[in-house]
């Protein structure tokens, strides 16, 4: 295990700039988070890309007569980034190209997503060793990687954090082994205090009260969601409302990662493309009992 001396005068420096939730109900897996990128006193953007899709592609041996290699693993992991954005990223975009070009050894390699887990995690101690010396703590992140695993016939989904003390220990465990739902990042606590107030609540509908209290500077935004479809994650957009100040529907809201992609800079020109995604509606209830009260009401 991977340990990095580090002053404890600067663990309060530490702070993870997002909300992100891990959630498991049932057979439905799925990653959300808010968009916002926090600069501090600087200010910040609501439309930075927390959950990812990693395609990864496991091939054999090359034959020798043939010269051709078959396709072990072809699918679509799922992967969800807290804290620190130099960190998260260099570990995304090094495993997001590491991922696609995989050979297995026949009779030794693991084909599995235990394997998987444990490749990522070398990258993942890498960067946090080469960074903390020079960001201490404020360089830390956690991810939340899961995938199908071929040897389990099932999706397992696993955290890499680091454990702060005197020293920094980066950890990885499996999470999500049964109906669980996992906040990370500095809108952790509101999000816990809602949930437990509403436990029936689902993971978008904590995120938006999060944002929209405005209680945590650094979550704000669209909201940002994806889950396993059969073996492989895929990323949804979501369909949001806004109300008149008299309490009337107003219009939806088609937010994709933070951006409203029908509307002002992403409104299609004539000749331009159409941003194809599938939309979840979580708040469709909302906007029905709205339109009730508002026409018991006038």
Known sequence: MAIFK???????????????????????????????LSFGT?????????????????KSPTDSVTRAASIEYDHKLGLAVVGNFNNAYTVKESIYEILQNL??????????????????DKVFKKAT??????????????????????????????????????TLTPTL??????????????GKSPAEQI???NSSMGPLHVLREVINSGAVQSVGGGLQYGEFVEKDFKIFG??????????SFKEYLHTLRGLNIYKEEFERDSDGFHISYTFKQPFQNEVMKAATDYLKNN
């Open 6 to 36: 580090i002053y404890s005068r600067k663990l309060s420096l530490f702070k993870k700039m997002t909300l992100v939730v891990a959630n498991r109900f049932r057979d439905i897996i799925s990653f959300s988070s808010d968009s916002r």
């Open 42 to 58: 600087a200010g910040h953007i609501d439309y930075c890309v927390k959950v990812f899709t990693v395609p990864v592609k496991i």
């Open 103 to 120: 050979q297995y050894i026949p009779g030794y390699t693991d084909v599995s997503m235990d394997s998987i887990s444990k490749l990522v």
């Open 129 to 166: 060793k080469d960074l903390a010396p020079i960001l201490q703590v404020r360089g830390l992140c956690q991810l939340i990687l899961g995938g199908y695993c071929p040897k389990q016939d099932k999706i397992r989904v696993f955290e890499y954090s680091v454990n702060i003390s005197d």
């Open 173 to 186: 465990r499996e999470i999500l082994l049964c109906d669980e739902i996992l906040f990370y990042g500095s």
């Open 195 to 197: 949930k437990n107030q």
């Open 238 to 247: 979501i369909e949001d409302y806004r109300l008149h100040s008299d309490g």
